[in-house]
């Protein structure tokens, strides 16, 4: 009884609502069809998606001046749905998991009808292609202001990318308002993930299941904090950099700012000894390593290496190549030489965040003018390198006119998520692409968001996202309690 007593009620709340939004549609006084395509916002039109992914809600760049718009999809079983809104589309959830699963491996074909003035006006259809590969459930990042030096609120943040729910894993308040970043994961698995937080509490944290350490880097040998982390495919072993970062402005120049490394070095922790480990390759006072990352079999640590100058002299002078070289996971020792495996300096540019694909068959990263800090670099763009045959080439349609920046892959290797500025030149968001079996990215999307005002009107920019395998959680009390100890594991080395 009570069970059927809930089903009514909610059949009246559902029905209550369809009644209020039809009392909202406006009369129309005509009709016109039109040859073009609608103008979305977000540009989903031609986009590849994954067939768990959460419903592509959008509107039009008409959205403050329409008074109503409709979209229609007719599937494959010639099923005929109908979706409406005053000035977005905001998808029934049901009803788009029974559309992507009817389409899955075909294309949706989506019509579009803004009602403006009293006038409806229909567009031709745009289609999205449904994949048939799904991408990693969870989505963690940092929202942070676009400021320089000074920030306030802060946070790491995960979102379920099958919906719309998004979770505080530690809002920086908590922590005396000390900044936090550089989250990572093993393979995906949060309950395998360290972050940083700076400042009076600074520290590495280290998670495993649901202990939490707190850690102190700095040693008297390695004596910079540890960042860009990159775990071992085992678990046992974090690959860091430890860089004396600086920023620098820009007068005149469409790149405003310019954040440098004075040091920079590649060190390996490893954690069932607690100790630090590098090699002369790695520590070299005429070098900087920087961002390095282990292969998915564990056998090689790839970095972003450049010869040492004077970077308040010539930090435009500064660039970075790809190199690798050997790691034996048995006995915590480099081995063989390193190998420059792209040389772009030859060219005049650098690269930066080499990250292979967990299949082993891709090395992602990014290529600008100079420099090794690409997020505020507007000609920095997605390159790819194919480990198999040696080939590199740009990821074009995943690639637009603004910064392009940090990224990781889905375990499947068959999704990336990266940082780009291309909506308005200040904020960074984030932007999804397909990997095809040709290793192309198809035409990148914008993370899908309930409302596409979401998108317009958030006030912060999506930093470093990293694709998980499960919600990255954290007892914010027990963290709390423990940074706020002074107590710390201390490095060694």
């Known amino acids: 009884m009570a069970q059927n007593k809930h089903k009514y009620s909610t059949l009246i709340i559902f029905a209550t609502a369809m009644m209020i939004l039809a009392s909202c549609k406006p009369s129309v006084n005509q009709s016109i069809s039109l040859d073009s395509k609608p103008a979305l916002y977000p540009d989903y039109d031609s986009v590849t998606i994954p067939c768990n992914i959460a419903p592509m809600n959008f509107s039009t760049t008409a959205m403050d001046s329409m008074q109503w718009i409709s979209a229609k999809i007719i599937t494959n079983d010639n099923q005929e749905y109908l979706f409406e809104g005053k000035n977005f589309i905001s998808f029934n959830p049901d009803k788009w998991k029974e559309i992507l699963e009817k389409q899955k491996g075909k294309e949706i074909s989506i019509t579009v009808t803004e009602t403006k003035n009293n006038t409806a006006y229909t567009y031709k259809p745009f289609t999205i292609f449904v994949a048939d590969e799904e991408i990693d459930p969870y989505l963690c990042y940092r929202l942070i202001t676009p400021g320089y030096r000074i920030y306030s609120k802060m946070g790491i943040y995960c979102r379920n990318l099958t919906n719309f729910e998004q979770t505080t894993v530690v809002d920086n308040r908590l922590l005396n308002a000390n900044c936090v970043n550089c989250h990572s994961f093993c393979k995906g698995n949060t309950d395998l993930a360290q972050l940083h937080v700076r400042g009076d509490l600074g520290a590495t944290i280290l998670k495993n299941g649901e202990d939490i350490t707190i850690c102190k880097a700095t040693t008297d040998k390695f004596y910079l904090n540890c960042v ?84 308040d002299i010539e930090t435009k002078n500064v660039r970075y190549n790809i190199c690798k070289i050997g790691f034996d996971a048995a006995s915590a020792t480099f081995t063989g030489e390193a190998d420059t495996i792209i040389n772009v300096v030859k060219d005049s540019m650098t690269a930066a965040f080499p990250r292979p694909s967990y299949d082993g068959k891709y090395l992602l990263y990014t290529k600008f003018n100079y420099g090794q800090f690409a997020i505020w670099h507007t000609e920095a763009d997605l390159w790819m390198l194919n480990l198999e045959n040696n080939e590199t080439y740009p990821l074009s349609k995943a690639n637009s006119n603004d910064v392009e920046s940090y990224h990781s892959w889905s375990q499947n290797s068959r999704w990336i998520v990266f940082e780009s500025r291309r909506d308005d030149g200040f904020f960074t968001r984030a932007y999804i692409a397909h990997i095809n079996n040709q290793g192309q990215a198809d035409k990148a999307f914008l993370l899908p968001q309930a409302s596409p005002e979401d998108n317009r009107k958030l006030m912060y920019s999506f930093n470093v996202p990293e694709f998980a395998t499960s919600e990255f959680k954290i007892d914010k009390g027990v963290l709390e309690g423990k940074i706020k100890s002074g107590e710390k594991l201390q490095f060694g080395y």
């Open 228 to 311: 860009y982390p990159y775990w071992h495919p085992s678990g046992d072993y974090i690959a860091y950099s430890q860089n004396n970062t600086l920023q620098a402005f820009h007068c005149g120049d469409p790149n405003r700012v310019e954040v440098y490394d004075m040091t920079s070095r590649v060190v390996v922790y490893d954690r069932g000894h607690n100790r630090l480990i590098t090699t002369s390759e790695l520590d070299d006072e005429n070098t900087f390593t920087t961002e390095p990352s282990f292969s998915p079999d564990g056998k090689t640590l790839y970095y972003a290496k450049a010869k040492a100058v004077d970077m």
